[in-house]
């Protein structure tokens, strides 16, 4: 098993998977997910045994996957329970689709194929003060390590998100602090000049930033504006990787608003992501570069030790 097939990773909204079958993509993969009969989701390579067909764009007949091409059924073990032309045969084991681990968590299905698979840590999740919500899914043509690099790096801001999370006249950065965790690492220390750090803000604030890696694709930034007393923005970022060099995104939002709209916070996310996608889209090599070829500053601290991470844990999938 590969070092990246050792943990879960998100797919689809739960909402999204209703009676049909759904196709999606994880690790160069297409997989179909379902409800079996209790309403579990169940997930398989996308492929039927019989043929290569793809179940997905066959039918749910209770909470059992019927391919398009012959009718074959599989239930939510993966057995093979009715061969349609055979109606008397019993299908052997080794007709079976295999079945990957499904976990419900933050909204999202994310799968797995190690039983000692472990989610990504987001605390906030079980804060009460915290009003949670989505955003995304984003489709993003480049690969998750760099999307997550992006996510961790504070010196764009002045750029990408100008009067937004940064501006010109304040882009030098302090020296920040980077300490590993179990399952990653943490960056401290850091302080951005925000005109507009979050929906709510009305003026422009040093706003403390804290960086956490919990997965190798995935990490979760804490705010703390200075000028809005008690208010806190905890951001998950999950990435699925599709492929090589393409991946789907979402945030998971834990925010001290509970007075915007879902559709204002989605929208204040929605403009700065957008800022960000079309830089991390322009960037080549799509995948994240570990054995060399790019240069690299002081400033560059966390994304130092988000590629050394990589490196050290034999994550290759999104790296060259
Ligand atoms: S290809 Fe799926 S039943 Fe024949
Ligand atoms: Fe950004």
């Not at 906030?124 to 690969?143: C, H, Q």
């Not at 806190?232 to 709209?261: G, K, N, Q, Y």
């Given at each position: 098993m590969k070092p990246e097939q050792r943990f879960a990773h998100p797919v689809l909204d739960?909402?999204?998977?209703?009676?049909a079958p759904v196709a999606v993509r994880l690790l160069g993969d297409d997989v179909v997910l379902w409800r079996d009969e209790s309403g579990t989701p169940r997930a398989a390579p996308?492929?039927?045994?019989?043929?290569?067909?793809?179940?997905?764009l066959g039918r749910i007949c209770a909470g059992q996957i019927e391919c398009p091409y012959h009718g074959w059924r599989f239930d939510g073990a993966g057995r093979?329970?009715?061969i349609p032309a055979l109606p008397d045969f019993t299908p052997r084991a080794t007709h079976a689709v295999a079945i990957f681990g499904v976990i419900e968590a933050h909204g999202l299905l994310w799968l797995h194929l190690d039983p000692e698979a472990v989610l990504?840590?987001?605390?906030?999740?079980?804060?009460?003060k915290l009003r949670k919500l989505n955003v995304g899914p984003y489709d993003v043509a480049t690969s998750a390590p760099r999307i997550v690099e992006n996510f961790l790096d504070l010196a764009h801001f002045g750029f990408v998100h100008e009067g937004w999370l940064g501006d010109r006249a304040h882009v030098a950065l302090d020296s920040y602090r980077v300490e590993p965790t179990a399952n990653g690492f943490v960056a401290t220390g850091c302080r951005a000049w925000q005109p507009?750090?979050?929906?709510?803000?009305s003026e422009g604030s040093w706003v403390d930033y804290r960086y956490e890696l919990t997965a190798p694709y995935a990490a979760v930034l804490t705010k703390l504006p200075e000028?809005?007393?008690g208010y806190r923005d905890e951001i998950a970022l999950f990435v699925c990787p599709v492929d090589e060099d393409a991946s789907r995104v979402w945030f998971r939002m834990a925010l001290?608003?509970?007075?915007?709209s879902d559709e204002q916070v989605r929208t204040f996310q929605h403009t700065i992501f957008t800022q960000d996608q079309p830089v991390l889209e322009s960037q080549r090599p799509r995948r994240l570069p570990l054995s060399g070829g790019e240069v690299h500053c002081a400033a560059d601290r966390s994304s130092a030790a988000y590629r050394r991470f990589l490196g050290e844990h034999g994550i290759t999938f999104g790296t060259c």
């Amino acid at each position: 098993m590969k070092p990246e097939q050792r943990f879960a990773h998100p797919v689809l909204d739960a909402s999204a998977l209703g009676a049909a079958p759904v196709a999606v993509r994880l690790l160069g993969d297409d997989v179909v997910l379902w409800r079996d009969e209790s309403g579990t989701p169940r997930a398989a390579p996308d492929r039927c045994p019989h043929r290569g067909t793809r179940l997905s764009l066959g039918r749910i007949c209770a909470g059992q996957i019927e391919c398009p091409y012959h009718g074959w059924r599989f239930d939510g073990a993966g057995r093979c329970v009715h061969i349609p032309a055979l109606p008397d045969f019993t299908p052997r084991a080794t007709h079976a689709v295999a079945i990957f681990g499904v976990i419900e968590a933050h909204g999202l299905l994310w799968l797995h194929l190690d039983p000692e698979a472990v989610l990504p840590r987001f605390d906030a999740e079980t804060d009460p003060k915290l009003r949670k919500l989505n955003v995304g899914p984003y489709d993003v043509a480049t690969s998750a390590p760099r999307i997550v690099e992006n996510f961790l790096d504070l010196a764009h801001f002045g750029f990408v998100h100008e009067g937004w999370l940064g501006d010109r006249a304040h882009v030098a950065l302090d020296s920040y602090r980077v300490e590993p965790t179990a399952n990653g690492f943490v960056a401290t220390g850091c302080r951005a000049w925000q005109p507009q750090s979050n929906r709510l803000s009305s003026e422009g604030s040093w706003v403390d930033y804290r960086y956490e890696l919990t997965a190798p694709y995935a990490a979760v930034l804490t705010k703390l504006p200075e000028k809005q007393d008690g208010y806190r923005d905890e951001i998950a970022l999950f990435v699925c990787p599709v492929d090589e060099d393409a991946s789907r995104v979402w945030f998971r939002m834990a925010l001290t608003d509970h007075d915007s709209s879902d559709e204002q916070v989605r929208t204040f996310q929605h403009t700065i992501f957008t800022q960000d996608q079309p830089v991390l889209e322009s960037q080549r090599p799509r995948r994240l570069p570990l054995s060399g070829g790019e240069v690299h500053c002081a400033a560059d601290r966390s994304s130092a030790a988000y590629r050394r991470f990589l490196g050290e844990h034999g994550i290759t999938f999104g790296t060259c």
